[in-house]
């Protein structure tokens, strides 16, 4: 493991809380964040208790000031009082803030943030502070160096201030409506009403006193603000009290030109359109500022045919179920997107009830149409797969583009300059040239595996599609191990980066503020990225370290920081002088890194530093081999205050691959949503075995059990197991995994089952709630990997349910489930229970009311822990204190 400097210990709290009650967190909770232990003094450690676990907190890296000397941080806790943190990184001058929305620093470093109260503004080298009260909501213009922030005022009313970071005040606005800085931060738009009457006006924040009045004295409120991706243009709706009247307006900076659409004069919108005022509205300028795209709805009271009774109507064939429409509407009362020209004055509609999604190419000229109900009713995919057609948004010509193909946003994917379309099929990733009119695969000549979703990646985003190269010449694409980059026509490839010899996965790292998904209405929005410069890549690797690496195309990857830790949350500024990361181990809490170029890593924070004075376990990554020899590994935590001279019980926690959470910090809890805490475990003097599963098609179970005893015979194999105190777990899959091993083995002492599926058959025909689908869909193409129907291979269900065996289990067995999971239906644990109820088995079930897939009432969250501890405890441990076991099992 890396070692770090040490710095000079200075760490002042340098904000008193807003609150009286809120003294007791910060003296207790937060004061031991930023004061330094006593040098040279031995700590005498102690067994962790459930007493302790409110000490414990999380942390998350947020944001880097602009001179890269301080960081910002949160560290939430179990109680909601969430505190962030603003620090120096070299004097180590602390600021705290509690329950704070939204943040940021200042192009001089002034910190400002807001929570519940106001606004805090607090100038960092010389701890300054100015509070806003009442604030609503704001923002900051780096272009004019200016905070904007509203206030609200009484009678529901708002003020807009606008002052520079020490205080001074530019000027302030009365009865403002709503506001909107643009992206280029030079300009500023608000709607105001006064006197019933409302204006929109623009603001340029080098002349804040020359307002430009883009609508005057309008009898409609403004609504949805929207700019043009360099500030160019902004759009945005107005709506009267009737809320269906309402209009559209575009305006463009340079010449100072308004356009204006009333959906009630379109000829090619659909009677009674209206721009829906909701949370639904959305709006988008077209690049080349020739198109807004925008939502519409159609006022009819006829499109809803109404039952006169409560009765459910569940036609067999519906392309989709009543649930689903009762959650999402139908598809007559969705909302939809319509296309207008400004220049013209024309507005066309893009999305119908036959075509009803959409996905814009990257220039905005096309638009992808297609229903994900086109072959509903279907038991295979979920969602369904499309006849997917493309559309000119010039001519409005439309033509099939696909056929029968998955329109899911990872595997059909728009080009960023709007010259390609990416998808996936057939097992290759293919490209069709919208000008040329021409399909290539353009993998299938390479001797690696591509996936449409990225499975062997644990840290980031899933999509298997990178981006593209500058220009829209090369798209990226990652396999299991590498970056490649391949030409459109697929004429050529090359893979950019040399994982796969040194078994380390390679992924571009992203922006610190992009967020891993973003899209274009169903299109994933996919970067073009200079490879022609330096960037940063995150390496996962097969023996558990982590950590980043800078690529150039010359040298390649070179290593940052990696080691034989969880690394991630990778900060920095536009020069990359200054790296901030967080890093962790299972026994070592998540710190704050900070590596400066050509030096060592100096770690600036570190969390929860109460561990220290308690006894811990620790992390082990076991390699073992299945039946069939495939190499697997797998996580053993030892037990806190581990002896070598002794042996120990064992909790087998299994689901599927989990060789990933090797070195994640996990912070003690007795308000678990399900039975997975291995520091709790581990500080209760248990073992916990964390195998990897590979669940093979039609022999689900068996492969299971398969991976588990092979795994649990190479932990045995050390001599450091009881081998007759063995437990097993296993949560939602865990839990079916767990239902069947037990049926199959006696291996195991005792064991938990939550939520899982006992009985494949039933459980084929029961309805996901949560998802407002059968669950047979899991079966074809999830983990339930079966790959016919129980009327085309009964067999196959029978052999790998859990219930058909009931009769040869001797494990005595906990199940618990919530009485409202929608996710995985509590008959089946309940079906399970009457099995071995009526064979005569040891077998205890709790279903909590009023809970779903896992718990989340904190009172059911401390008794199901309470009383899975107390179950291990007396099978593993012969603590039989537990009355309540001791009754429901004699």
Not at 214 to 232: A, M, P, Q, V
Not at 404 to 423: C, D, M, Q, R
Not at 816 to 826: F, L
Not at 867 to 872: E, L, V, Y
Request: proline share 4%; glycine share 4%.
């Amino acid at each position: 493991m890396m070692k770090y400097a040490t710095q000079k210990c200075f760490s002042p709290v340098s904000a008193s809380l807003l609150l009286n009650t809120r003294l007791h967190f910060f003296l207790f909770f937060i004061l031991p964040l930023v004061a330094c232990p006593l040098r040279g003094q031995v700590v005498q450690k102690k067994d962790l208790t459930a007493a302790d676990y409110h000490l414990w907190g999380a942390l998350s890296l947020e944001k880097i000031s602009p001179d890269q000397k301080w960081a910002s941080y949160t560290m939430s806790y179990e109680n909601n009082i969430d505190t962030l943190f603003v620090r120096n990184t070299v004097s180590l001058k602390t600021f705290s803030f509690v329950t704070v929305q939204h943040s940021l620093f200042t192009k001089n470093n002034t910190f400002v943030c807001k929570n519940e109260e106001g606004l805090q503004i607090t100038e960092l080298h010389t701890g300054k502070k100015q509070y806003i009260k009442s604030a609503h909501e704001f923002d900051y213009s780096s272009f004019a160096d200016l905070i904007i922030v509203t206030i609200n005022l009484p009678q529901d009313k708002k003020k807009l201030i606008l002052q520079t970071p020490d205080g001074k005040v530019v000027r302030e606005i009365a009865d403002i409506t709503s506001f909107s800085l643009s992206p280029d931060k030079q300009h500023l738009v608000y709607g105001r009403a006064l006197n019933d009457k409302h204006s929109v006006i623009l603001l340029d924040l080098k002349k804040t006193e020359q307002e430009k009045l883009i609508l005057n004295n309008h009898e409609d409120k403004s609504f949805g603000f929207t700019w043009h991706k360099d500030g160019s243009a902004v759009a945005f709706g107005t709506q009267s009290n009737l809320i269906t009247e309402t209009f559209l307006f575009y305006y463009i900076l340079e010449n100072e030109k308004l356009y204006k659409l009333d959906p009630a004069l379109q000829l090619n919108l659909p009677k009674n359109t209206f721009i829906p005022a909701d949370f639904t509205f959305k709006l988008t300028v077209s690049d080349d500022m020739q198109k807004v795209f925008f939502t519409t709805k159609i006022n009819s009271p006829l499109l809803e045919k109404k039952n006169t009774t409560d009765v459910e109507i569940w036609n067999a064939n519906d392309k989709s179920l009543y649930t689903e429409r009762e959650k999402g509407g139908s598809l007559s009362t969705v909302p939809r997107v319509a296309l207008w020209f400004p220049f013209s004055n024309i507005a066309n509609q893009l999305t119908t009830n036959d075509l009803p999604k959409l996905m814009l190419s990257g220039d905005q000229q096309y638009a992808l149409l297609f229903n994900p109900k086109d072959y509903e009713p279907q038991f295979i995919i979920k969602p369904g797969p499309s006849d997917i057609y493309i559309l000119n948004l010039k001519t409005l010509e439309k033509k099939l583009f696909l056929k029968k193909h998955s329109a899911h946003f990872l595997e059909l994917i728009p080009s960023p300059k709007g010259n390609y379309i990416s998808y996936f099929k057939d097992g290759n990733w293919w490209v069709y040239n919208i000008a040329a009119d021409t399909h290539q695969n353009i993998t299938a000549g390479i001797k690696s595996k591509f996936t449409a979703e990225d499975l062997q990646y644990s840290i980031s985003a899933k999509n298997s599609n990178a981006g593209w190269s500058m220009d829209d010449k090369e798209i990226l694409l990652y396999d299991e191990f590498d970056l490649w980059a391949i030409k459109p026509d697929g004429t050529s490839f090359r893979r950019l980066t040399q994982g796969r010899e040194l078994k380390i996965r390679y992924r571009l790292v992203s922006s610190p503020d992009r967020q891993p998904y973003l899209f274009v209405y169903d299109a994933l929005k996919v970067d073009n990225i200079d490879i022609e410069k330096e960037l940063f890549l995150h390496g996962q690797g097969d023996d558990g370290k982590t950590g980043y690496f800078k690529w150039n195309k010359k040298s390649r990857e070179k290593s940052i920081i990696y080691d034989d830790l969880h690394i991630d949350q990778l900060t920095y500024n536009s020069n990359k002088q200054n790296l901030f990361y967080r890093e962790q181990k299972f026994d070592l809490s998540p710190q704050l890194i900070i590596k400066k170029k050509n030096l060592n890593p100096v770690s600036f924070f570190q969390s929860n530093p109460q561990q220290k004075r308690y006894y811990w376990g620790t992390s082990e990554l076991i390699e073992y081999e299945n039946s069939k020899g495939v190499k697997m590994k797998g996580v053993l935590r030892y037990p806190a205050h581990y002896d070598p001279k002794k042996k120990y019980p064992m909790i087998v926690h299994v689901y599927q691959r989990q060789y990933d959470q090797h070195h994640k910090y996990i912070n003690p809890t007795s308000q678990m949503e399900d039975e997975d805490n291995d520091t709790v475990w581990t500080t209760q003097g248990y073992f916990v075995l964390l195998p990897d599963i590979i669940v093979e098609y039609d022999t689900l179970g068996y492969s299971a059990l398969d991976c588990v005893l092979a795994a649990v015979k190479k932990v045995l194999a050390k001599e450091i197991i009881k081998p007759d105190k063995i437990g097993l777990m296993g949560h939602s899959f865990g839990a079916y995994e767990t239902s069947f091993i037990i049926t199959q083995t006696n291996l195991f002492a005792s064991a938990i089952a939550s939520a899982g599926s006992t009985d494949l058959n039933s459980f084929y025909f029961t309805l996901a709630k949560n998802f407002s689908y059968p669950n047979m869909y899991r079966f074809a193409s999830g983990q339930w990997k079966i790959s016919q129907s129980p009327f085309e291979d009964p067999e196959t269900y029978r052999r790998n349910s859990p219930i058909t065996y009931a009769n040869k289990v001797n494990t005595p067995l906990l199940l618990w489930s919530g009485k409202e999971d929608y996710n995985v239906d509590p008959h089946q644990t309940m079906e399970f229970y009457f099995a071995l109820r009526s064979l005569g088995k040891k077998c205890i079930m709790l279903l909590y009311p009023d809970e779903g897939h896992g718990i989340s009432k904190p009172a059911n969250q401390k008794d199901m822990t309470s009383r899975i501890q107390q179950w291990f405890a007396y099978y593993l441990k012969d603590d039989l204190s537990a009355e309540w076991i001791t009754e429901g099992v004699k």
